[in-house]
């Protein structure tokens, strides 16, 4: 390196192989700091000869942001990925889909901050995470580019969703959000002996007409989410399949939004919503009809639909996949089993985990697997709850895997476009400790 910065210059763009060279030999030996000296290096002379906006930045940026990640500095984390958002529009030359790609770098970056960061920095997040996903569909409206619109407002909408649903949770991400929604400054947070476990602590901790405010962001941010699935299916085609599909997605909206809410004079952690699906069921029926309108037989949906979804679901179809199935039915006993499920302990309701850039430093498999057998609800929720096995073996492993279930929430079992409710569902559940 001396020699080539004597002969070159130290930022001398003849530089940056060898840097990038040493960045990897040091990453390989674990020596994160010097790393990101060489990477911040790297950084300075792209500026210096491609500009301040140049996107040969963005893979610079984003290996830091993974190395901050590996070293658990959160804050810096933020920082990076705030700048690669404020750089984008200050780059008129950057072609649309490159900025497109960048901000879906970024977004994952973010959702596995949210998996592994620190609560504390949820509500940063999660806010992050829907500017992110505002400035990519506005980039995509003023392009015109069709093809990606509907899928990035969908997007958008599930971040709308995980706000709404981490307002009603116990923790200090619900205080920030709910403060950001009414524009209220950021107060103490709560004090570390503190249990709030009830709407009556609630009250008695923020005031009377606390469970009000509560109630109130939580439903302007899930009326968000169900504008904007709205909004697709004003953009689409009148075809009864696709259609039905929007329906389908209304109602998951409704019903995601009533089975959150808070439940007043119970246990927050452990009753939410109502006991039936309320007026989800007149989605759920309407989608079943515009379904035999586009062909399908009722025993045909009655196949598809005797699965029960894991809601949100992670990604806008229009069409119905009857072909392939997220549940197996055992005809001997008529016991289902779902498709395993990951999720971080302690993780927002409905953040399921998912596959996300990672490296040797970012990640751990530490947690618990659980295997249950429960019945579902009418209203989508798990009921009677048997856990059946438990890796490690311990009280606390199944308290860890009963309680996670408990925060999920499915779309119930269709029969004849009604709700109904399904016995003997088994689910493996992957529930990784916090970092």
Known sequence: MQLEQGTFGQNSDDMLALLQSLTETLLLARAEGEALEALDQ???IIKVHDGLYSDAQIPVLLQIVDVLAGQRQWEEVSDRLDYIHWMLPRAPEMPL???LTVLQQTDERLRFALLH??????????????EQREQALELALDAGNTEQIDALQYDLALAELY????????TDTSQALINEEHGIP???PLRPLQRITSVSDLETMYGSRTTTVIERAHRSAMTRHYQLIEEIGE???????????????????VLLRQQYELRTGTLISDARG????????TYYRDAWELFKEA????????????CPALLPLQTLSLELTTGSSHCEITDEDALMTINNVVMTEGALPAFAYEELPQTQREMTTDGVKTLLEFRIGINGQAENIDIIDATPDTTGARIQGRDALRSLQFRPVLIDGEAQRRQNVRLTLISLNQD
């Open 42 to 44: 790297q950084l300075q």
């Open 97 to 99: 889909e490159t900025k």
């Open 117 to 130: 960061g620190p609560r504390e920095r949820e509500a940063r997040y999660l806010l992050q995470l829907r």
């Open 163 to 170: 706000i709404g649903l981490a307002m009603v949770t116990t």
């Open 186 to 188: 950021s107060t103490t």
């Open 235 to 253: 953009r689409q085609s009148e075809e009864p399949e696709v259609q039905a599909m929007l329906k389908l997605y209304l109602g998951d909206s």
């Open 274 to 281: 109502s006991n039936n699906i309320g007026n989800a069921a």
């Open 295 to 306: 062909g399908y037989s009722d025993s045909e949906l009655n196949a598809y639909f005797a």
